[in-house]
């Protein structure tokens, strides 16, 4: 089974993919942008080129070496970036093209912003570039016809959703 979790930063993917991973007997696929930042890589709404390039890089490996798997940050993570942080156009295109022709998730669920975002040391605290992301998700998911399914509510009720769904 392969899960992703989408949405913007800080909405809880992170602690939803733990409880999965336990839940299934998963793994959560390794957290690049953590991996990232502690190679030094600028994250967030100063994020160069090379970093996004990298970013995908190593998500798109991730997801092919791993037949099974939960994910809190998933290969649409690095279009939707790019083109909410309005990067080069030509970027954009290559992000969009191997979002569009690489995923293969057996379930997608999207979280929006519903709590505020915990500090953590790494992940942008501005809401409104938070909120500016989430947008540009929902519209990508939507308008490639993406089929997921959004969570709502506490961490045990969106577990509880992703169960009924899988389980269907």
């Known amino acids: 089974m392969r899960i992703a979790l989408c949405g ?8 939803l993919a733990q409880k999965l991973s336990e839940h299934f007997n998963l793994p959560v696929l390794e957290d690049i942008v ?21 970013l995908t890089g190593k998500q798109l490996e991730q997801e092919k070496v791993n037949a099974r798997f939960v994910a809190d940050k998933c290969i649409f ?16 295109i290559v992000a969009k093209k191997a979002a569009l022709n690489t995923h293969n998730y057996d379930h997608v669920f999207y979280i929006a912003p519903e709590f505020p975002i915990v500090d953590d040391g790494l ?11 989430d947008k540009v998700y929902l519209s990508f998911l939507q308008n490639h016809d993406i089929p997921y399914v959004q969570l709502t509510g506490s ?14």
């Open 8 to 15: 913007a930063h800080g909405v809880g993917k992170t602690t």
């Open 77 to 92: 993570d690095y279009y939707v970036y790019a083109d909410a942080l309005d990067m080069d156009p030509e970027l954009v």
């Open 34 to 54: 953590v991996m990232a930042h502690h190679l030094g890589f600028v994250i967030n709404e100063g994020t160069p080129l090379e970093t996004q390039l990298w």
């Open 123 to 133: 992940r942008s605290l501005n809401v409104d570039f938070q909120s500016g992301v």
């Open 155 to 168: 961490v045990e009720e969106r577990f509880q959703q992703i169960l009924d769904q899988v389980n269907a």
